[in-house]
DNA sequence: TGCAGCATTGAACGTTTGGTCAATGTGAAG
DNA sequence: CTTCACATTGACCAAACGTTCAATGCTGCA
């Protein structure tokens, strides 16, 4: 039975929804016009009928998953912490934690960013993704160096920054293809051990 | 024109060749098996009938990336390096040098990786694989925490070998999207600055 | 030389894909 | 109520896919 109006927007978000539900459970690679249609309960045609192509449905998700995923949010509870480094390392924790908590998310991401590889458009997007991510860390790197300055002499803001991106993405990697082994405790323990200890005794 | 026979393990590591080629160019996505028949000069029939399915190929062709590309030697330039911590070092930068020389093989993996989201022998594969990789930083990391048992009070072997490969892997994340914009020295410098200088302090 | 066994070929098949389109129903305007 | 713009449907298409298979040539052995 063809009708059943509704508004432009509401309709994009249904069918992106859909297509989110199917990517995360089933990977990019059965996002499929019909299997987000079957979804949403809606005609194949009418998923078309809006998105005109898979391509632009596709980016259309790209940019769904980026404005609800990596986006790095340093709230109030994090932000109040008065030694820098612990703010670093509660930051750290925290974009951890993620990892564990949305694992289909995150999921997603690295499916779009392994696509990257051989699709131009969608690798800019990724790209620009990490560099906003990266930008994010650069005021607390940037606090964590000025408190200490002696110590971490010759490390920039930006090399700081980029390090810890890595390592947390280097967390995702091992993560998301093996939720079950994967330690946050460790990791921090040994992160902690590396850089926490001398800088609590000098800020103490 | 039928015929022109070879030895059964010619063929397939002919065949094996091309479908590197093929998906360490274009991507999994684009690894068929007409495009394997047509890179490596042979009939679409004659790859199924070496490999039988598809899947058994994409088998065959993970194995031998495993095999080629994420081994870690530890030479002997690195072994014989005397003091713990710049032995890691450079192999960290050693790691990091790959990333940068071997993109192609590279993505190829870190494609079969994110492939490993949704198919569960790829996952168990790659799992594996990064626990060996893991594994193969134990005895230099053992060696480093040996070296200066206070500094590194409470961090474990297999802590710091975790999270030297996140660091590495969360790199190659960066340096597969941003070929251009990856700036090893800069990592480098930041690690050293963040790990390096005392302990080069504490030895001489 | 002739034969048997197997590697090799390419056409063919069934399925799934992204995309098109005439037909149809819906909701608002007049 | 009629009309009209348009959202919606599902059948349909061509292309590409994995896989099958009868036919065809090699090659080593008798």
Same mark, same amino acid.
């Given at each position: 039975?063809?009708?059943?109006?509704?508004?432009?927007?509401?309709?994009?978000?249904?069918?992106?929804?859909?297509?989110?539900?199917?990517?995360?459970?089933?990977?990019?690679?059965?996002?499929?016009?019909?299997?987000?249609?079957?979804?949403?309960?809606?005609?194949?045609?009418?998923?078309?009928?809006?998105?005109?192509?898979?391509?632009?449905?596709?980016?259309?998700?790209?940019?769904?998953?980026?404005?609800?995923?990596?986006?790095?949010?340093?709230?109030?509870?994090?932000?109040?912490?008065?030694?820098?480094?612990?703010?670093?390392?509660?930051?750290?924790?925290?974009?951890?934690?993620?990892?564990?908590?949305?694992?289909?998310?995150?999921?997603?991401?690295?499916?779009?960013?392994?696509?990257? @590889?051989?699709?131009?458009?969608?690798?800019?997007?990724?790209?620009?993704?990490?560099?906003?991510?990266?930008?994010?860390?650069?005021?607390?790197?940037?606090?964590?160096?000025?408190?200490?300055?002696?110590? @971490?002499?010759?490390? %920039?803001?930006?090399?700081?920054?980029?390090?810890?991106?890595?390592?947390?993405?280097?967390?995702?990697?091992?993560?998301?293809?093996?939720?079950?082994?994967?330690?946050?405790?460790?990791?921090?323990?040994? %992160?902690?051990?590396?850089?926490?200890?001398?800088?609590?005794?000098?800020?103490?």
């Amino acid at each position: 039975m063809p009708g059943q109006k509704a508004s432009e927007a509401e309709r994009q978000i249904q069918i992106l929804k859909a297509a989110y539900d199917v990517a995360s459970r089933k990977g990019l690679d059965a996002l499929t016009v019909r299997s987000v249609a079957q979804r949403a309960k809606l005609s194949t045609g009418l998923v078309l009928f809006h998105f005109t192509t898979k391509a632009q449905l596709i980016t259309a998700l790209l940019d769904y998953v980026l404005e609800t995923t990596t986006v790095l949010h340093v709230t109030g509870d994090i932000t109040d912490i008065p030694v820098a480094l612990d703010r670093l390392l509660a930051l750290l924790r925290r974009e951890m934690n993620r990892l564990a908590s949305e694992p289909r998310r995150i999921r997603l991401f690295f499916d779009f960013w392994a696509k990257g @590889f051989t699709h131009g458009r969608i690798r800019s997007k990724m790209q620009a993704e990490l560099d906003r991510y990266r930008e994010a860390f650069r005021p607390i790197a940037h606090d964590v160096l000025q408190a200490e300055p002696e110590r @971490f002499a010759g490390v %920039t803001p930006e090399g700081l920054s980029a390090v810890a991106v890595s390592f947390i993405k280097g967390c995702a990697v091992q993560s998301m293809i093996d939720p079950q082994g994967f330690d946050i405790e460790e990791y921090l323990a040994a %992160t902690n051990g590396l850089l926490g200890q001398l800088a609590v005794g000098a800020t103490t």
